[in-house]
């Protein structure tokens, strides 16, 4: 069993910078990612950016890369989402996501790979 619990939301305005935490406890694969999802109101939960435990690759969005920064403390157990340049856009309840599933490359992206999520951090751009 994993729980994760999120925290670092609030509100700031546009062009301003937030970092989320995401504190595991209980670990899944190495091999697996962690991922950064987030849902706008009226919207279906998106794919944000996603990190490997082992190799620390990281993968991202479209709409954050080269804003977003995903990392990871392994010692912590905790991983990290620091937002720059945040824009009105990018207002959304935050979800952190684990999975024990098998991971299979491309999968990182995918809600249904992950079966272990946060409770959510509201995260408010005001432009």
């Known amino acids: 069993q994993v729980q994760l619990v999120e925290s670092g939301g609030g509100l700031v305005q546009a062009g301003d910078s937030l970092r989320l935490s995401c504190a595991a406890s209980?670990?899944?694969?190495?091999?697996?990612?962690m991922g950064w999802f987030r849902q706008a109101p009226a919207k279906e939960r998106e794919f944000v950016a996603a990190?490997?435990?082992?190799?620390?690759?990281?993968y991202y969005a479209d709409s954050v890369k080269d804003r977003f920064t995903i990392s990871r403390d392994n010692a912590k157990n905790t991983v990290y989402l620091q937002m720059n340049s945040l824009k009105p856009e990018d207002t959304a309840v935050y979800y952190c996501?684990?999975?024990?599933?098998?991971?299979?490359?491309?999968?990182?992206?995918?809600?249904?790979?992950?079966?272990?999520w946060g409770q959510g951090t509201q995260v408010t751009v005001s432009s």
């Open positions: 996501a684990a999975s024990s599933l098998t991971y299979y490359p491309g999968r990182y992206a995918s809600k249904s790979f992950y079966n272990y």
């Open positions: 990190i490997r435990w082992n190799t620390g690759s990281t």
């Open positions: 209980g670990r899944t694969s190495s091999n697996n990612p």
